[in-house]
């Protein structure tokens, strides 16, 4: 079946470590979206991908990094300078252009102590 | 820039009487419209979406909404709840460059009252 694939669900990490959260999709999309979910503040967008080999930051990217390396991918690093991490980060998908809706992955919940 | 806001970050409704979630939207161009849902610990998945044409949308799980432009309005609404629509809804705009500019409002939990 198609779809959109992040792992682990769940993550441990200590204050002070990168931690990359995965997230491969095998809908075809040509875009990829970061977002980020905190209780009473809906979805905050981090990064996206149009095209592999090039991505534009969201609303929160500080503290973030990310790749697109193949169609399939995009990783997002989550680094020692993002003050708050600890949230619910969801990876999506969708085709080009106007018209279409994003498709979204389980989810991780990163938890940093 | 575009924003969305949802009214009532939390609606209570009781077994078979009507769901209303409310969103209300701020565009500067034509706007693509989309509601999904998330269950606990899940991602979301979408109930409908409005484009173009008709202004009544119906999405899946028996759930529809309205676009009213006047209103800059999109409330999702079902004739009857049943216990399983107990979850979050996110009401989300985009504009006609597509997803990549998805904004989504802050999420309406809808608790179901046998």
């Known amino acids: 079946d198609g779809g959109i694939t992040q792992s682990p669900k769940y993550l441990f990490r200590k204050e002070g470590q990168n931690v990359t959260l995965s997230c491969e999709q095998n809908?075809?999309?040509?875009?990829m979206y970061w977002y980020r979910q905190d209780p009473g503040q809906g979805l905050r967008l981090i990064y996206y991908?149009?095209?592999?080999?090039?991505?534009q930051k969201g609303d929160i990217a500080e503290g973030y990094s990310v790749s697109r390396e193949k169609k399939e991918s995009f990783p997002l690093t989550v680094t020692s300078a993002q003050k708050n991490p600890t949230a619910f980060y969801l990876c999506?998908?969708?085709?080009?252009?106007?018209?279409?809706?994003?498709?979204f992955g389980q989810g991780t919940r990163l938890t940093v102590v | 820039a575009q924003s969305v806001t949802q009214l009532g970050s939390h609606v209570s409704v009781s077994e078979g009487a009507l769901v209303l979630l409310r969103c209300n939207y701020s565009?500067?161009?034509?706007?693509?419209l989309f509601w999904y849902v998330q269950y606990p610990n899940q991602g979301l998945q979408l109930l409908l979406k409005?484009?173009?044409?008709?202004?009544l949308v119906k999405g899946i799980n028996g759930f529809e909404a309205e676009f009213k432009k006047s209103e800059t309005s999109f409330h999702l609404t079902k004739p009857s709840a049943h216990m399983s629509d107990a979850a979050e809804y996110f009401c989300a705009v985009s504009d006609r460059w597509g997803a990549q500019k998805l904004v989504f409002g802050q999420g309406t939990r809808l608790t179901i009252n046998p």
């Open positions: 999506a998908s969708s085709m080009a252009g106007p018209n279409t809706e994003a498709f």
């Open positions: 565009s500067s161009v034509p706007p693509y």
């Open positions: 409005y484009t173009t044409g008709a202004t």
């Open positions: 991908s149009q095209i592999v080999n090039d991505f």
């Open positions: 809908l075809n999309h040509d875009a």
